[in-house]
């Protein structure tokens, strides 16, 4: 079974501080997703990355940044953390395929609270 | 680009009753059509999804979609809900070229009452 892990279930930082969510997987897949979800806006995508220190930027990404350095692991970071950054963060891990059919595995999600 | 509407935020619906958790999507290119599931305190996992040939597609736990490809739709039914079912249901789509990203909908939060 794939395994997607991410570091903290919940987690309370303060505005300002910098913040990392890292997120393993362990079925060696080439992409891997950052998304943030809120009640009544479903899941929006905040970054993506295809390979070993690619990204791309998703629909929401500014105030975000990340980092792949090695193809299991990918980094969410909040450069400095803000109130309307809270939310529930998901990542995600598929294989490539090049049909675009490869199924998205998500890790059980960390809730990020900002004061 | 493309958009997800899940027409229903929240479904109430009775033990054993038939469910349907409806979901429209718009896009100019063809699609690839997705279902998750997330049960509470749990991230998502895939009901079904479809990527050609029958319209009819079944997935885990006694669920099936339909996809419509003139209404642009893509229904989600259960005959028989359980209380296990209480979660909420996402509806998703993905080009079958270019970026392999989901585009989602706001999600639809089924109750079983017993």
């Known amino acids: 079974d794939v395994k997607v892990t991410q570091s903290s279930r919940y987690l309370v930082k303060r505005t300002g501080e910098k913040v990392f969510l890292e997120c393993v997987q362990d079925?060696?897949?080439?992409?891997m997703f950052w998304y943030r979800q809120d009640p009544g806006l479903g899941l929006r995508l905040i970054y993506f990355?295809?390979?070993?220190?690619?990204?791309e930027k998703g629909d929401i990404p500014e105030g975000y940044s990340v980092s792949r350095e090695k193809k299991e692991r990918f980094s969410l970071i909040l450069e400095s953390a803000s109130t309307n950054q809270t939310s529930m963060y998901l990542c995600?891990?598929?294989?490539?395929?090049?049909?675009?059919?490869?199924?998205?595995?998500f890790g059980p999600g960390t809730r990020l609270t900002v004061l | 680009a493309q958009s997800v509407t899940q027409l229903d935020s929240q479904v109430p619906v009775f033990e054993e009753a038939p469910v349907e958790l409806r979901c429209n999507y718009s896009s100019s290119v063809s699609v690839y059509l997705f279902w998750y599931v997330q049960y509470p305190n749990q991230g998502l996992q895939l009901l079904l999804k479809y990527l050609s040939g029958s319209t009819l597609v079944k997935g885990i736990n006694g669920f099936e979609a339909e996809f419509n490809k003139s209404q642009t739709s893509f229904h989600l039914r259960k005959p028989s809900v359980h209380i296990s079912d209480t979660a909420e249901y996402f509806c998703?789509?993905?080009?079958?070229?270019?970026?392999?990203?989901?585009?989602f909908g706001q999600g639809t939060r089924l109750t079983i009452n017993p």
């Open positions: 998703a789509v993905r080009e079958i070229q270019g970026a392999q990203k989901l585009v």
């Open positions: 995600a891990s598929s294989l490539y395929s090049s049909g675009g059919s490869d199924t998205q595995y």
């Open positions: 079925m060696d897949h080439e992409n």
């Open positions: 990355s295809y390979d070993v220190k690619m990204k």
